[in-house]
Protein backbone atom coordinates (compact mmCIF):
# COMPACT_ATOMS: atom_id res chain seq x y z
CA UNK A 1 0.00 0.00 0.00
CA UNK A 2 2.63 1.95 0.98
CA UNK A 3 4.75 1.31 -2.34
CA UNK A 4 1.08 2.68 -4.29
CA UNK A 5 1.09 5.59 -2.35
CA UNK A 6 4.82 6.62 -2.98
CA UNK A 7 4.36 5.69 -6.52
CA UNK A 8 1.16 8.13 -6.70
CA UNK A 9 2.87 10.75 -5.31
CA UNK A 10 5.66 10.68 -7.67
CA UNK A 11 2.83 10.86 -10.40
CA UNK A 12 1.77 13.73 -8.99
CA UNK A 13 5.15 15.75 -9.06
CA UNK A 14 5.88 14.81 -12.00
CA UNK A 15 2.32 16.21 -13.49
CA UNK A 16 2.51 19.80 -11.17
CA UNK A 17 6.38 19.90 -12.28
CA UNK A 18 5.33 19.93 -15.78
CA UNK A 19 5.80 22.92 -17.47
CA UNK A 20 2.93 24.83 -18.62
CA UNK A 21 2.53 27.16 -21.87
CA UNK A 22 2.75 30.37 -21.46
CA UNK A 23 -0.39 32.57 -22.79
CA UNK A 24 1.16 34.81 -24.15
CA UNK A 25 4.31 35.73 -26.35
CA UNK A 26 7.57 37.68 -24.45
CA UNK A 27 9.43 40.04 -27.65
CA UNK A 28 12.65 41.61 -27.21
CA UNK A 29 15.12 43.17 -29.02
CA UNK A 30 17.54 46.27 -29.89
CA UNK A 31 17.03 48.77 -32.58
CA UNK A 32 20.28 50.34 -33.79
CA UNK A 33 19.34 53.88 -35.84
CA UNK A 34 15.56 53.72 -34.63
CA UNK A 35 12.93 55.58 -36.52
CA UNK A 36 10.76 56.14 -33.74
CA UNK A 37 10.58 55.66 -30.03
CA UNK A 38 8.73 53.06 -30.21
CA UNK A 39 7.46 50.23 -32.30
CA UNK A 40 3.53 49.02 -33.25
CA UNK A 41 2.74 45.83 -33.95
CA UNK A 42 -0.68 45.17 -35.01
CA UNK A 43 -3.17 42.72 -36.82
CA UNK A 44 -6.31 44.91 -37.94
CA UNK A 45 -8.51 42.18 -38.45
CA UNK A 46 -7.70 40.38 -34.97
CA UNK A 47 -8.57 44.18 -33.73
CA UNK A 48 -4.98 44.04 -32.58
CA UNK A 49 -2.95 47.21 -31.60
CA UNK A 50 0.11 46.93 -29.22
CA UNK A 51 2.78 49.88 -28.95
CA UNK A 52 5.83 49.12 -27.36
CA UNK A 53 8.23 52.26 -25.84
CA UNK A 54 12.06 52.00 -27.32
CA UNK A 55 14.92 52.99 -24.93
CA UNK A 56 17.27 55.45 -25.87
CA UNK A 57 19.77 52.69 -26.50
CA UNK A 58 17.06 51.27 -28.79
CA UNK A 59 15.67 48.62 -26.07
CA UNK A 60 12.43 47.28 -25.90
CA UNK A 61 10.59 44.33 -24.26
CA UNK A 62 7.04 43.08 -23.76
CA UNK A 63 4.56 40.72 -23.19
CA UNK A 64 1.66 39.60 -25.29
CA UNK A 65 -1.44 38.15 -25.18
CA UNK A 66 -2.25 37.34 -28.76
CA UNK A 67 -3.95 34.76 -31.07
CA UNK A 68 -2.19 33.21 -33.29
CA UNK A 69 -0.74 34.02 -36.97
CA UNK A 70 0.34 37.16 -38.67
CA UNK A 71 1.64 40.33 -37.20
CA UNK A 72 3.09 43.51 -39.02
CA UNK A 73 5.65 45.26 -36.74
CA UNK A 74 5.91 49.43 -37.83
CA UNK A 75 9.00 51.14 -36.74
CA UNK A 76 7.85 54.58 -38.19
CA UNK A 77 6.89 54.29 -41.26
CA UNK A 78 8.55 51.06 -42.50
CA UNK A 79 7.32 47.97 -41.61
CA UNK A 80 7.66 44.01 -41.50
CA UNK A 81 5.61 41.20 -40.82
CA UNK A 82 5.75 38.85 -37.85
CA UNK A 83 4.41 35.58 -36.90
CA UNK A 84 3.30 35.41 -33.09
CA UNK A 85 2.22 32.24 -30.93
CA UNK A 86 1.93 32.12 -27.33
CA UNK A 87 4.63 30.66 -25.85
CA UNK A 88 7.18 32.35 -28.36
CA UNK A 89 10.17 33.78 -26.61
CA UNK A 90 11.40 36.14 -29.43
CA UNK A 91 14.52 38.40 -29.59
CA UNK A 92 14.86 40.85 -32.14
CA UNK A 93 17.80 42.83 -33.64
CA UNK A 94 17.39 45.33 -36.59
CA UNK A 95 19.09 48.30 -38.08
CA UNK A 96 16.32 51.20 -38.79
CA UNK A 97 19.21 52.08 -41.91
CA UNK A 98 18.67 48.39 -43.40
CA UNK A 99 15.47 47.71 -42.15
CA UNK A 100 14.41 44.54 -44.24
CA UNK A 101 18.11 43.91 -44.89
CA UNK A 102 19.23 43.49 -41.23
CA UNK A 103 16.27 42.00 -39.42
CA UNK A 104 16.55 38.90 -37.66
CA UNK A 105 14.84 36.67 -34.91
CA UNK A 106 16.05 34.75 -32.53
CA UNK A 107 14.80 32.00 -30.10
CA UNK A 108 11.69 29.82 -29.05
CA UNK A 109 9.15 30.66 -32.05
CA UNK A 110 11.35 32.91 -34.01
CA UNK A 111 11.52 30.42 -37.44
CA UNK A 112 8.38 31.76 -38.50
CA UNK A 113 9.23 35.32 -38.84
CA UNK A 114 12.77 34.79 -40.24
CA UNK A 115 11.25 33.16 -42.93
CA UNK A 116 8.87 35.95 -43.60
CA UNK A 117 12.09 38.04 -43.61
CA UNK A 118 13.94 36.06 -45.88
CA UNK A 119 10.91 35.68 -48.18
CA UNK A 120 10.70 39.75 -48.28
CA UNK A 121 13.89 40.22 -49.13
CA UNK A 122 13.54 37.81 -52.06
CA UNK A 123 10.64 39.10 -53.08
CA UNK A 124 11.98 42.68 -53.47
CA UNK A 125 14.86 41.28 -56.12
CA UNK A 126 12.17 39.55 -57.78
CA UNK A 127 10.00 42.45 -58.44
CA UNK A 128 12.86 45.66 -57.92
CA UNK A 129 12.28 46.57 -61.45
CA UNK A 130 9.31 45.49 -63.72
CA UNK A 131 11.50 44.49 -65.93
CA UNK A 132 9.91 40.58 -65.18
CA UNK A 133 6.94 41.34 -66.28
CA UNK A 134 9.06 42.38 -69.80
CA UNK A 135 10.95 39.17 -70.17
CA UNK A 136 10.61 36.53 -72.96
CA UNK A 137 8.09 33.64 -71.45
CA UNK A 138 10.91 30.68 -71.60
CA UNK A 139 12.92 33.58 -69.38
CA UNK A 140 10.20 34.26 -67.51
CA UNK A 141 9.00 30.90 -66.83
CA UNK A 142 12.86 30.14 -65.65
CA UNK A 143 12.98 32.70 -63.20
CA UNK A 144 9.86 32.14 -61.47
CA UNK A 145 10.05 28.11 -61.49
CA UNK A 146 13.50 29.01 -59.66
CA UNK A 147 11.81 31.43 -57.21
CA UNK A 148 9.12 28.66 -56.37
CA UNK A 149 11.69 25.91 -56.17
CA UNK A 150 13.91 27.76 -53.41
CA UNK A 151 10.65 28.95 -51.50
CA UNK A 152 9.38 24.56 -51.65
CA UNK A 153 12.97 24.15 -50.68
CA UNK A 154 13.21 26.87 -47.41
CA UNK A 155 9.82 25.38 -46.43
CA UNK A 156 11.01 21.84 -46.47
CA UNK A 157 13.85 22.15 -44.83
CA UNK A 158 12.63 24.56 -41.74
CA UNK A 159 10.79 23.52 -38.92
CA UNK A 160 7.58 25.32 -38.94
CA UNK A 161 4.47 25.79 -37.73
CA UNK A 162 1.61 24.05 -39.49
CA UNK A 163 -0.45 26.86 -39.45
CA UNK A 164 1.86 29.42 -40.78
CA UNK A 165 3.07 26.51 -43.39
CA UNK A 166 -0.60 26.25 -45.08
CA UNK A 167 -0.86 29.60 -44.86
CA UNK A 168 2.28 30.52 -46.82
CA UNK A 169 1.92 27.52 -49.27
CA UNK A 170 -1.27 29.55 -50.29
CA UNK A 171 0.35 32.93 -50.36
CA UNK A 172 2.79 31.50 -53.20
CA UNK A 173 0.19 30.17 -54.95
CA UNK A 174 -1.06 33.30 -55.34
CA UNK A 175 1.57 35.25 -56.06
CA UNK A 176 2.29 32.56 -58.99
CA UNK A 177 -0.79 33.24 -60.30
CA UNK A 178 -0.48 37.10 -60.03
CA UNK A 179 2.84 36.94 -61.73
CA UNK A 180 1.90 34.57 -64.25
CA UNK A 181 -1.46 36.98 -65.29
CA UNK A 182 0.69 40.05 -65.64
CA UNK A 183 2.99 38.63 -67.23
CA UNK A 184 1.06 37.31 -69.61
CA UNK A 185 -0.90 40.78 -69.91
CA UNK A 186 1.78 42.26 -70.57
CA UNK A 187 3.19 40.39 -73.22
CA UNK A 188 -0.07 41.06 -74.94
CA UNK A 189 0.00 44.65 -74.33
CA UNK A 190 3.33 44.85 -76.03
CA UNK A 191 2.49 42.89 -78.85
CA UNK A 192 -0.99 42.15 -80.07
CA UNK A 193 -1.79 46.30 -78.69
CA UNK A 194 2.01 47.38 -80.40
CA UNK A 195 1.81 50.15 -82.50
CA UNK A 196 1.20 49.01 -86.13
CA UNK A 197 -0.63 46.08 -84.77
CA UNK A 198 -3.95 45.53 -86.63
CA UNK A 199 -6.88 46.98 -84.04
CA UNK A 200 -9.64 44.93 -82.27
CA UNK A 201 -12.82 45.69 -83.51
CA UNK A 202 -16.06 46.72 -82.85
CA UNK A 203 -19.04 45.78 -84.69
CA UNK A 204 -22.29 46.80 -85.22
CA UNK A 205 -22.56 49.49 -81.73
CA UNK A 206 -25.79 51.42 -81.40
CA UNK A 207 -25.39 54.90 -82.94
CA UNK A 208 -26.98 57.98 -80.99
CA UNK A 209 -28.05 59.38 -84.31
CA UNK A 210 -29.12 56.39 -86.05
CA UNK A 211 -28.42 53.24 -87.27
CA UNK A 212 -25.08 51.40 -85.63
CA UNK A 213 -21.34 51.82 -86.66
CA UNK A 214 -18.41 49.46 -86.73
CA UNK A 215 -14.61 50.54 -87.13
CA UNK A 216 -14.58 49.08 -90.40
CA UNK A 217 -16.97 52.00 -91.34
CA UNK A 218 -14.25 53.97 -90.31
CA UNK A 219 -11.32 52.82 -92.46
CA UNK A 220 -10.06 56.10 -94.29
CA UNK A 221 -9.44 58.11 -91.28
CA UNK A 222 -7.66 58.66 -87.89
CA UNK A 223 -9.79 57.51 -85.27
CA UNK A 224 -9.14 58.81 -81.47
CA UNK A 225 -11.77 57.23 -79.56
CA UNK A 226 -13.20 57.75 -75.70
CA UNK A 227 -14.24 54.71 -73.84
CA UNK A 228 -16.82 56.28 -71.11
CA UNK A 229 -19.92 56.08 -69.06
CA UNK A 230 -22.41 58.73 -67.99
CA UNK A 231 -21.61 57.63 -63.82
CA UNK A 232 -17.79 57.95 -64.00
CA UNK A 233 -16.59 61.41 -63.06
CA UNK A 234 -13.04 61.94 -64.93
CA UNK A 235 -14.62 60.95 -67.69
CA UNK A 236 -17.25 64.08 -67.75
CA UNK A 237 -14.60 66.35 -66.77
CA UNK A 238 -12.87 65.52 -70.03
CA UNK A 239 -15.83 66.50 -71.76
CA UNK A 240 -15.00 70.19 -72.30
CA UNK A 241 -11.24 69.30 -73.54
CA UNK A 242 -12.74 66.85 -75.93
CA UNK A 243 -14.86 69.12 -77.40
CA UNK A 244 -12.31 71.88 -78.00
CA UNK A 245 -10.07 69.69 -79.10
CA UNK A 246 -13.31 67.96 -82.05
CA UNK A 247 -13.61 71.81 -82.73
CA UNK A 248 -9.85 72.45 -83.60
CA UNK A 249 -9.88 69.86 -85.74
CA UNK A 250 -13.30 69.62 -87.17
CA UNK A 251 -12.77 68.57 -91.26
CA UNK A 252 -9.56 67.37 -90.93
CA UNK A 253 -8.73 63.39 -91.74
CA UNK A 254 -10.03 62.28 -88.18
CA UNK A 255 -13.09 61.13 -86.58
CA UNK A 256 -13.80 61.53 -83.13
CA UNK A 257 -15.68 58.23 -81.65
CA UNK A 258 -17.32 57.83 -77.69
CA UNK A 259 -18.39 54.62 -77.31
CA UNK A 260 -20.13 54.72 -73.74
CA UNK A 261 -19.92 51.49 -71.30
CA UNK A 262 -23.10 52.36 -69.57
CA UNK A 263 -25.31 49.38 -68.32
CA UNK A 264 -28.30 48.82 -70.07
CA UNK A 265 -30.29 50.38 -66.52
CA UNK A 266 -28.21 53.60 -67.51
CA UNK A 267 -28.89 53.49 -71.63
CA UNK A 268 -31.95 56.27 -70.80
CA UNK A 269 -29.04 58.56 -68.96
CA UNK A 270 -26.66 58.12 -71.62
CA UNK A 271 -29.28 58.99 -74.21
CA UNK A 272 -30.41 62.40 -72.05
CA UNK A 273 -26.88 63.05 -71.32
CA UNK A 274 -25.98 62.95 -75.17
CA UNK A 275 -28.59 65.44 -75.61
CA UNK A 276 -28.16 67.83 -72.86
CA UNK A 277 -24.98 67.86 -73.27
CA UNK A 278 -24.89 68.77 -76.83
CA UNK A 279 -21.64 65.87 -77.22
CA UNK A 280 -20.30 66.28 -80.55
CA UNK A 281 -18.45 63.10 -82.55
CA UNK A 282 -19.81 59.67 -83.49
CA UNK A 283 -21.70 58.67 -79.98
CA UNK A 284 -22.04 54.72 -79.66
CA UNK A 285 -23.21 53.10 -77.36
CA UNK A 286 -21.90 49.50 -76.61
CA UNK A 287 -25.12 47.85 -74.69
CA UNK A 288 -23.45 44.36 -73.19
CA UNK A 289 -20.81 43.94 -75.34
CA UNK A 290 -17.46 43.63 -73.76
CA UNK A 291 -15.40 41.97 -76.75
CA UNK A 292 -13.49 45.99 -77.47
CA UNK A 293 -12.81 47.06 -74.24
CA UNK A 294 -11.45 43.74 -73.25
CA UNK A 295 -9.41 43.11 -76.42
CA UNK A 296 -7.95 46.57 -75.40
CA UNK A 297 -7.34 45.47 -71.57
CA UNK A 298 -9.97 48.52 -70.30
CA UNK A 299 -9.59 47.96 -66.39
CA UNK A 300 -10.35 51.52 -65.36
CA UNK A 301 -12.00 54.37 -67.59
CA UNK A 302 -11.48 57.30 -69.23
CA UNK A 303 -9.73 55.39 -71.49
CA UNK A 304 -8.65 56.80 -75.05
CA UNK A 305 -7.15 55.06 -78.21
CA UNK A 306 -5.91 55.96 -81.29
CA UNK A 307 -6.17 54.10 -84.64
CA UNK A 308 -4.59 54.65 -88.12
CA UNK A 309 -7.12 55.36 -91.50
CA UNK A 310 -5.36 51.57 -92.33
CA UNK A 311 -6.93 50.16 -89.01
CA UNK A 312 -3.30 49.85 -87.40
CA UNK A 313 -2.92 50.99 -83.37
CA UNK A 314 -1.05 54.12 -83.30
CA UNK A 315 -1.63 54.04 -79.13
CA UNK A 316 -3.16 51.44 -76.82
CA UNK A 317 -3.27 53.76 -74.45
CA UNK A 318 -3.38 58.35 -76.04
CA UNK A 319 -3.29 61.42 -74.18
CA UNK A 320 -6.21 62.69 -72.57
CA UNK A 321 -8.21 65.37 -74.18
CA UNK A 322 -7.12 67.55 -71.32
CA UNK A 323 -3.31 66.71 -72.11
CA UNK A 324 -1.19 69.23 -74.30
CA UNK A 325 0.70 66.07 -75.84
CA UNK A 326 -2.53 64.89 -77.59
CA UNK A 327 -2.13 67.80 -79.82
CA UNK A 328 1.66 67.38 -80.07
CA UNK A 329 0.58 63.69 -81.27
CA UNK A 330 -1.89 64.84 -83.82
CA UNK A 331 0.27 67.63 -85.49
CA UNK A 332 3.42 64.77 -85.44
CA UNK A 333 0.84 62.74 -87.39
CA UNK A 334 -0.11 65.39 -89.89
CA UNK A 335 -3.76 65.14 -89.07
Known amino acids: MKKIVYLMAIAMTIVSCKKEPN ?16 ILISNPQLKFSRAIKVDDQGMFKDTMNVKDGFYRLFD ?20 GNEFYESIAYTGEGASESNFLAKSTLLEQELFKNQSLFNLPQKEFDTKINAFVDAFNKRIKETKLDSTFVAAQEKNIKGLTQYVNKTHANNLYVTTKLAQGAESPKFVDYENYKGGTTSLDDLKGKYVYIDMWATWCNPCKQEIPFLQKVEKQFHGKNI ?21 DKNLSGIQLYSKRDKTFADAYRVNSIPRFILIDPQGKIVTANAPR ?5 LIELFNSLKI
Open 76 to 95: GKKATALYLKNGAIINMSLN
Open 321 to 325: PSNPK
Open 23 to 38: NFVTFSGKITNKNSDS
Open 255 to 275: EFVSISVDSERDYETWKKMVS
